[in-house]
């Protein structure tokens, strides 16, 4: 009965798991595909022959090296700015004994829930009115206003767990405040912030909306909103599409892959110092 219901369980998550990857797989296949496999009925799922026409002409006839670096450069100032900023506020919140702390923490968790589009009209209002519209600026001001509510509620939870002995023995020595948390509270909560900074950079790499709002449709369209551009009309670039949906995917992918091992290595080490 045991070995039974196991099989069960491993067996659901199995199908979960082959539902949740195979958009990925299809994507990368078609991005492998030549113009006539993309249209053939029934569909081929794994190509006959590899082509990378599809990631040539993405690569030499559309602007999506632009597109690259206004997201990255977006998506990163974005993240750190944000990131930092939900660091202090978190550990703020998490130590301060002051009246309205309830309230003005209810307030941060009820901006992370409020509905994002909502707040698009008068966020772009006050942009315009910095002059700062289609600017990196303005968008990395619209980004961190989605990225801190989330990361300072994260952060603050974080720092809560880590012991206040520790910061009161640091200041008896004669540590500054800015010193306890710069040197002692943040690298011990070093396996928070690696997991804020991957949740806020993939969130800003893969912000659409905002993007669209902000920076329109000139020459500082970010990867969501050109991918965007792969269709029109009638007729969709489906091969160039999954091509660039697929070079868009990698730098999250491989970021994920080289900070999850710090991750774990990050938790571990914090439980032993516990």
Request: proline fraction near 5%; glycine fraction near 8%; charge should be positive.
């Amino acid at each position: 009965m045991f070995r039974t219901s196991h099989a069960f369980a491993y067996g659901i998550i199995g199908l979960l798991t082959v539902f949740a990857l195979f958009p990925l797989f299809w994507m990368v296949s078609s991005s492998l595909k030549s113009y006539a496999d993309i249209y053939t009925f029934p569909p081929v799922y794994f190509p006959e022959s590899i082509s990378l026409q599809a990631y040539e002409r993405v690569l030499t006839s559309t602007p999506f090296a632009m597109f690259f670096w206004n997201s990255l450069i977006v998506a990163t100032a974005s993240t750190f700015i944000g990131v930092a900023l939900a660091c202090m506020a978190g550990y703020s919140l998490s130590r301060a004994r002051l009246r309205g702390r309830e309230f003005l923490l209810k307030a941060i968790l009820t901006a992370y829930l409020f509905p994002q589009i909502l707040i698009v009209v008068p966020l772009f209002t006050a942009i315009s009115a910095l002059g700062l519209a289609g600017t990196y600026a303005g968008a990395i001001i619209a980004y961190i206003t989605i990225i801190f509510p989330f990361s300072t509620w994260m952060m603050m939870a974080y720092f809560s767990k880590i012991p206040e002995e520790i910061e009161e023995a640091a200041r008896i020595d004669g540590a500054s405040s800015f010193h306890i948390f710069w040197r002692i509270v943040l690298p011990l909560a070093a396996p928070g912030v690696v997991t804020v900074l991957i949740f806020s950079f993939i969130n800003a790499w893969n912000e659409f909306l905002l993007s669209l709002i902000i920076l329109g449709g000139g020459e500082r369209r970010t990867l969501p909103v050109g991918l965007f551009n792969f269709i029109g009309g009638e007729f969709a670039q489906w091969g160039e599409m999954m091509a660039a949906t697929t070079m868009t995917m990698l730098p999250t992918l491989i970021l994920f892959l080289i900070i999850q091992r710090r991750l774990v290595g990050g938790l571990t080490a914090g439980a032993v110092r516990g």
